[in-house]
């Protein structure tokens, strides 16, 4: 597939959008601020993974090589970002009464099962923290002497020794927007831990020796040494949260600055979505969740719905959340497999065949037809717009409709969708039905039951039509009749 529109990103340093041009040509190379794993992930968190693998994909789309790197911070961050208070790793270990390392283990498996169920790609390479420590302790030992001071608590970077301290977050001294509390001794406000030395008389779980005592590395410092440890000095992009803009990213660059000897700020493009907002709080605060993905599925929800309501907002706007926007997204999901179910038939494709690998969109060399061109150009130039999402899908879904050869149609699907990642050519329909945890009721009982409401209305017995309906309907389920969509049915809860 074409694609000629140039790719424009937004680029937080400068605060404009700028065409992308790679350091090495052909090449993208990008790294994404990743978890740090003493619990299960907030959807608001999980944001910037769909964002993050939006931008992976639109560079794979542009034509470009992928080089994506994404750390796992499973020592160092404290439970402040503004450099104050316990390690959060510690923290949750004591709480759980379990070693650091067991539950760094387990909420990184539960992440990953998570990036699995958003659809979300697998990275060239997951950088885990403590596997760098060693490559921290010397990058540290090569700044200090110039860039450096030691507190009783350990070694400080002082951030007037590098120009233009905060201009990321578009502030230079401590009243800005990437204020850091002050700390006793501190020469600085925004001065900040490189390495943080374990107090007398108490032992950390996750400790290492150092010129500057022995304790952990800073949180700033590990995204610093693996990026350009996995990426190079300088690299192309890295992505994170609106919330690392104001202290974590500044603080990178202030080491990367110094350990480069330059004003050099790592990567040549800083990329931040923004918040996810949940201004009703209804689904924790009257039952206590933690609102991560599990809590969605748990409620019926399909994970792809989630991507989906994250598309339908452009990566730098605020998106609100609630259960009413998440299941507006499901059924704008769900009519996406209905036409795509709609487009199969018209292929000639059997409904439930394995279809995906017949469609390889631009790998395989394919050129749209004419009448396809002006809407496989506004798709690209929509994703080429600093990561267009909600134009592109508006544009996928009227292909799915044109009145164009359905095999050609089915092959644009596939090379939108490697951008879009909804996963449209290896779901089936029945896979978005996710029955909620709390269901009084299984599928195969409901499936037995519409049955035998589908046999009573043949036989134009109403009376047991109506009391089979209203015994499902007591038990939380939805019988659809004459639904548009056509779906049966669905489960729902209070």
Known sequence: MTTEAPLVL???LTRSAEPFAPIHPGEARLYTCGPTVYNFQHIGNMRAYVFADTLGRALSHKGYKLTHIINITDVGHLTSDADEGADKMEKAAAAAGKSAWDIAKFYTQAYWADIDRLNIRQPAKWSIATEYVPAMIEFAKEIADKHCYELDGGLYFDTATVPDYGRLARSVNDEGEGRIEAVEGKRQPQDFAIWRKTPTG????MEWDSPWGRGAPGWHLECSVMSEALLGHPFDI???????REIHHPNEIAQNQAHSCNA???????MHNNFLIDRGSKMSKSSGEFLRLQVLVDRGFHPLAFRLMCLQAHYRSELEFSLENLAAALTRLKRLFIARDRLKA??????GSAFASLFGGESSGWEPSAKLQPHIERFDSAISDD???PVALTVLEEVLTLKVDPN????AVAAMDKVLGLNLLALDRADLRVHPADAQITETEIAEQLSLRTEARANKNFAASDAIRDALIAKG???MDGDPLGWDWAVTLD
């Open 10 to 12: 937004y680029n937080s």
């Open 264 to 270: 050099d700020s790592g990567a040549r493009i800083w």
């Open 408 to 411: 050609e149609r089915l092959t």
């Open 346 to 351: 018209q292929a000639g494709i059997e409904p």
């Open 238 to 244: 890295h992505t994170g949260g609106i919330d690392h």
């Open 387 to 389: 990561l267009n999402t």
């Open 202 to 205: 108490e032992t950390r779980q």
């Open 477 to 479: 389920v939805e019988v």
